[in-house]
């Protein structure tokens, strides 16, 4: 089985600074890795996905990540934090089932505040 | 296009009481997957349909949890005898296909007292 871990539970920006949330996924196979964001009592948005090709993976709302395979990780950043990026994160691996299904396997999140 | 809807969103129940919760995914999504969120942590798999079949339901948590998709449309998960540990948030996630992106709802709130 996969997993996934988020460093920081929480993590806390100055408003226009710079948004670094970890990621480090095991996998016995390539992955296909995602981030989720999370408002407040809403389902999961999806952010970015890495499948295959370019390591570097623009996303939604400024953020990008960037797959390393030599360090199993993927980490999400921001260069400058707004106020509404207040929210919980979460990386996940796509993890295949016996039955050639898949499912996601997620990190704990990390829950993100912005200073004004 | 409308996303995933479920309903209810919320859902207060007393402990050994039923409860059913319905998803309606992506309409042209023929996999059905669902999660636990309990609080503080990420979405847990449960189980997951393609069409009306269910392919995976050995990380349902108990016996007392079950799930359907009759006609590979909507989906209905079941717990039945609810006990407080059941409190949490079920997110229900359709997708085109194996290993496309899944697209979440809004998710039911349950708490039992």
């Known amino acids: 089985a996969q997993s996934v871990t988020q460093l920081g539970s929480h993590v806390s920006v100055s408003e226009g600074a710079l948004v670094l949330l970890r990621c480090n996924y095991s996998s016995s196979v390539p992955p296909y890795l995602f981030w989720y964001v999370q408002y407040p009592n809403q389902g999961l948005q999806l952010l970015l996905k890495?499948?295959?090709?370019?390591?570097l993976v623009k996303g939604i709302n400024g953020f990008e990540a960037e797959f390393k395979k030599s360090e199993t990780s993927f980490h999400l950043t921001k260069p400058s934090a707004h106020m509404s990026d207040a929210a919980e994160y979460f990386c996940a691996v796509s993890d295949r089932l016996n039955n050639a299904g898949n499912m996601l396997t997620f990190g704990g999140g990390t829950r993100l505040m912005v200073k004004p | 296009d409308t996303g995933v809807s479920q309903d209810p969103r919320h859902k207060i129940t007393k402990r050994g009481q039923n409860v059913t919760f319905r998803c309606d995914p992506i309409s042209e999504h023929n996999r059905l997957y669902w999660y636990r969120q309990t609080l503080g942590q990420g979405p847990e798999f449960l189980t997951y349909f393609q069409n009306e079949a269910q392919l995976e339901k050995s990380r349902l948590l108990s016996d007392r949890f079950s799930a359907e998709r009759p006609k590979g449309s909507f989906s209905t998960l079941e717990i039945q005898r609810t006990e407080q540990g059941d409190s949490a948030m079920y997110l229900c996630?359709?997708?085109?296909?194996?290993?496309?992106?899944?697209?979440f709802g809004p998710g039911t709130r349950l708490l039992v007292l």
């Open positions: 890495y499948t295959t090709g370019a390591t």
């Open positions: 996630a359709s997708s085109l296909g194996t290993r496309e992106t899944q697209y």
